[in-house]
């Protein structure tokens, strides 16, 4: 069965609720996708799809623990689950440090999570969110290949003093965020090591195949969608 | 003896004298940060080497240094958005895109 489905972005492309609409077909059609000129993405999808819904893969009990301890060694807490969503290269935040990385539509998966530090009574209480941003790519052999592309963190509060001594805390701490999360990924390509593709690419939400009508939040989770070669 | 220094000690006393307990005195790069509490009061003082507005949102980051290039040949990408933002400079803004990143694909 092939699919073609149509997404409709009501708070900004691949950000926030989008509501999908999905048309079965037995016929199978040849991977393309319309760009998203007025915030819909229509996309035709093969039969021989392969789905990897990485909020899944990536939000489990096991890394949303990891992450929790961590936070709670550094002060803080863990105050969401771990969001993936798929953001265009130019959206990402450090994209100005060196804009040639990367294509300007070049799709990177951003995961994040929020936090919360609560400071000395003469501060306001901080909460943030740290993002750590994935480069997902073919190699010349067409294996596919995840890795740490960079980190960012944002937050509110602090304020009058705790801001600054709190956002060298955290510039500190994210090598050894990356670190984690390096150690983590190559359990999200294990499986298919040796399965060679010939195309990929990032749908919003789970990647739902089903007939009909639904409504997802892209900005907690995304999908790679993978042609075998 | 620096003058900041001296400020500190003096401050330090003035603070034990008046019955301030559990002083805390810590410098780091924005400073000097003192504070203090008695009973169910406190006091806190700042030393700033540089007066700066503290702003609502702090933020930062960068991308992960690679020492080696990766082979890098095929990625997910949204091809023909850069046309339909030059000809629509709309989209980009319900795109989310910030308008300083705007300048590399116009």
Known sequence: MSVTSTYSFIQGFFNGVFVGQNAVSAADQPFTESPPGSGILVVH???????????KVINTNANVGMVAKQLIAAGASLTSGLRVQG????????????PAAHKPFDMLAKVNFDFHIETPWFCSDIDGTISVFLFVFLDSQKHLHVTVDGTWFSFEGGAPFCAGPASDALKAAMPAVRKEVQALLPQLTSAIANVKFSNIYFLPGDGKKAAGAFVQNASSDASLGLLLA | MDKDQKLVNDISALLRDAGYTGLNVHTDQNGTLLNATRERGGVVLRLAPDMQKVSRRTEGGAAEARAERLDVHQVPAMEGVDQQIRANPELAKAMGIPTAHLKYIM
């Open chain 1, 87 to 98: 953001t265009p290269w130019i959206s990402v935040p450090y994209f100005s440090q060196s």
């Open chain 1, 45 to 55: 999808r093969p039969n021989g799809e392969n789905l990897v819904d990485l909020g």
